[in-house]
């Protein structure tokens, strides 16, 4: 049985069953070849506008519902994941460039989003308070009503179901909005899993498009709550609508995250962390490694070994082959990232590795030395290194950006590092590993340009997302008053 015949979606989108699009169809690309996959539909205005509508009329059932049914819906949704992995890698392979670990990990985390969201469902709805007078007073969460999700191309499987299920298990509707260069692994997927798993019709709704679907999203009355993950500049324009129409604004961003290697890390050991760091996804992950901040006395030795394992890796057409990097998702962002490398080499980097590329096939590459490749997340395989002498120079070098998404600390003495990550406005830090990782159990979110703080993961940050709070007494007879 296939999960994702193309016949079953070719022109269509998904909202409340398979519908015609207002805004017409696209190709689903394949970036290595330039092939068709199949076409998908591309929503416009007056869809998003009809899905809202349609999804505030089934929240309101759906809400009431027993949390043992939307808990059964998610555990049954975890398991497709699982039952359908090897299916769903392939489109996530093709559809976005990804090598095989990566797409097992995007399928191994899906699963473990719909289950730990199962558990959500069951989770305490409140808490009793304290009160000066003769009543009950309490505190419980509701379902904010329709939740809007728009998700990038980069991870499209885990960044749109990781605001989806638990939405759903807390007991409201969902619009998701995939980049539409990813619809299949973004939005497909997702919608398939939830129809199968028993979601009922009218609650999730799920239309790729582009900004004129997203600005509908973002003021459509009917959606109080935004999730977004994307760039940082889409994210400002998101977060500045949302407070004009007083919303609340979910911002996961970008990141130019820093990889501090101190002088007594292994370094064989770090240098192998940092290219998986810098490399893995072609580098088009919110918490890819871009900086290496390496103390002075290793920093020549790393860029070496960096170099050489930069040097190694097989580049080319995941599908096809053994390969260690993939392609880049498009012409434009390839551009974008061979500018970034060769404006550095003219302020003086020193192009130790890399810097080539044949269609969007970006080699691996290293930089020693400062450029806009430093300074700005360069969303693609690039490793610039800047050594230091002081662990004072280390939190200055890591603190001196406007992001503040991952951080990763390699060093034999874990409580200097415990230390040196309290110094440093990060929303995540990893001692003796990368700065690329993500769990469902876990809070993720950043600081600064890189969004509003941990907004998803975890019992805790899930129910803050996707639930407002009531206040409500209760008292055995009508208060008295001297009116």
Request: hydrophobic letters at 45%; proline letters at 6%.
């Amino acid at each position: 049985m296939s999960l994702l015949d193309p016949k079953l979606w070719t022109g269509r989108i998904y909202s409340d069953g398979w519908v015609a699009s207002q805004a017409g169809d696209a190709a689903v690309v394949e970036p290595a070849t330039g092939g068709e996959l199949g076409r998908i539909g591309v929503a416009g205005a007056e869809d998003v506008r009809a899905a809202t509508r349609r999804a505030a009329q089934a929240q309101k059932e759906w809400a009431a519902t027993n949390f043992e049914e939307r808990a059964a819906v998610l555990r049954r949704a975890g398991a497709l994941f699982e039952q359908y992995a090897e299916e769903i890698h392939q489109w996530i392979i093709r559809e976005t460039g990804s090598v095989p670990p990566k797409a097992g990990l995007e399928t191994h985390v899906a699963a473990q989003e719909c289950f730990e969201a199962a558990a959500l469902a069951s989770g305490t709805t409140g808490e009793i308070l304290p009160t000066n007078r003769p009543r009950l007073s309490l505190a419980r969460r509701i379902p904010v009503g329709v939740v809007g999700v728009i998700a990038p191309f980069n991870v499209p499987l885990i960044l749109g179901i990781r605001s989806v299920a638990p939405a759903l298990a807390l007991g409201n509707a969902v619009v998701l909005k995939p980049d539409p260069r990813t619809a299949v692994s973004g939005g497909v997927v997702i919608a398939r899993v939830l129809e199968e798993a028993g979601l009922p019709e009218g609650l999730l709704h799920v239309l790729p498009g582009g900004p004129e679907a997203g600005e509908a999203l973002v003021a459509d009355p009917l959606v109080p709550v935004i999730s977004f993950t994307g760039s940082t500049a889409a994210g400002r324009k998101v977060g500045e609508a949302c407070g004009r129409l007083l919303k609340r604004a979910h911002l996961e961003l970008g990141g130019n995250s820093a990889l501090i290697v101190l002088d007594d890390a292994d370094l064989d050991a770090a240098a192998a962390a940092g290219a998986w760091g810098s490399f893995l996804h072609q580098g088009q992950i919110c918490m890819t490694t871009g900086r290496h901040l390496v103390h002075a006395s290793l920093a020549d030795e790393y860029v070496e070994r960096l170099a050489a394992k930069a040097d190694h890796l097989p580049v080319g057409d995941p599908f096809t082959g053994q390969v260690a990097l993939g392609p880049l998702i498009s012409e434009g962002q390839r551009d974008k990232v061979h500018a970034l490398v060769t404006g550095s080499v003219e302020a003086g980097a020193r192009l130790a590795a890399g810097g080539t590329y044949e269609d969007l096939f970006y080699r691996p590459t290293v930089l020693a030395g400062a450029g806009p490749a430093y300074d700005h997340e360069v969303f693609g395989p690039v490793a610039p290194v800047m050594p230091f002498h002081t662990i004072e120079e280390a939190v200055a070098l890591a603190g001196d950006s406007e992001y503040g998404l991952s951080l990763g600390i390699l060093t034999r003495d874990v409580m200097k590092a415990m230390r040196l990550a309290e110094q440093i406005p990060t929303g995540i830090v990893h001692i003796n590993d990368q700065t690329v990782d993500d769990e469902a159990v876990a809070p993720f979110g950043g600081l600064g340009a890189s969004g509003t703080g941990s907004r998803f993961g975890g019992p805790r940050a899930n129910a803050d997302a996707f639930t407002h709070t009531q206040w409500v007494t209760v008292q055995g007879d009508i208060a008295v008053y001297p009116f």
